[in-house]
């Protein structure tokens, strides 16, 4: 990758990612269509514009879950830049543990909470989607719109798997499963820097 840069560095085309939250979430798995901002959700991810105004961001896009395009609005109208909602950044589906707590998921499910354990990023649970199922929906629309926005910087409202999706764009050597070892807080900044093809970490989690 160095070699590429002997000559000068093009402008990089900046993804910067967030997570939407807090979410007046009863303490149970869920993703689409999910929950709500609470009142400090949205003060988090208000505070977020003048950091994303210095950016330069251009766009913003959200899953279409009631969190993540409630965020993304929100943010769009701050900024005064364009917002679009797209339905492969949605988080993971929880199948038939939509709406269960951890508890109630281990109690009914014990054999298969055991393979989850074993293969975090291949498991899926019942009716629901793999972790690698989700890079496999999300990556495709994330590389289109790093083509979209190519030397420009845009905002992705993210989730915990999509922002894990999108960091290993950048980071190829980081397999899906080990992704929760990059901390993402709701309503933190991460920037990832790409230089045609290639990427690098810029910040995570500030």
Do not use: K
């Not at 000559?7 to 709500?36: C, D, I, K």
């Not at 395009?69 to 988080?91: D, H, I, K, N, S």
């Not at 496999?136 to 979209?148: D, E, F, I, K, Y």
């Amino acid at each position: 990758m160095l070699g590429r840069f002997l000559a000068g560095a093009p402008p990089p085309t900046r993804l910067l990612l967030t997570r939407a939250g807090p979410v007046e979430n009863p303490g149970v798995l869920y993703s689409h269509p999910g929950f709500p901002l609470s009142g400090e959700g949205r003060q988090a991810v208000l505070a977020l514009v003048p950091a994303l105004r210095e950016a330069g961001v251009r766009a913003v896009y959200a899953a279409d879950s009631r969190a993540e395009a409630e965020a993304g609005l929100l943010l769009a109208e701050g900024l005064g830049v364009p917002f679009e909602a797209l339905p492969a950044l949605r988080e993971r589906s929880w199948g038939a543990w939509e709406g269960l707590s951890f508890e109630e998921v281990r109690r009914r499910w014990p054999e298969e909470v055991r393979h989850w354990t074993q293969d975090e990023a291949g498991f899926a649970p019942p009716g629901g989607e793999s972790v690698r199922a989700v890079f496999a929906r999300s990556q495709p629309v994330l590389r289109g719109l790093l083509s979209r926005h190519r030397g420009e910087a845009f905002l992705v409202v993210g989730n915990c798997t999509v922002n894990r999706a999108a960091l290993a764009l950048a980071l190829p050597f980081l397999p899906p499963e080990e992704g929760l070892r990059l901390e993402q807080d709701y309503a933190r900044l991460s920037e990832l820097r790409f230089y045609g093809e290639d990427g690098v970490l810029g910040y995570l989690n500030r």
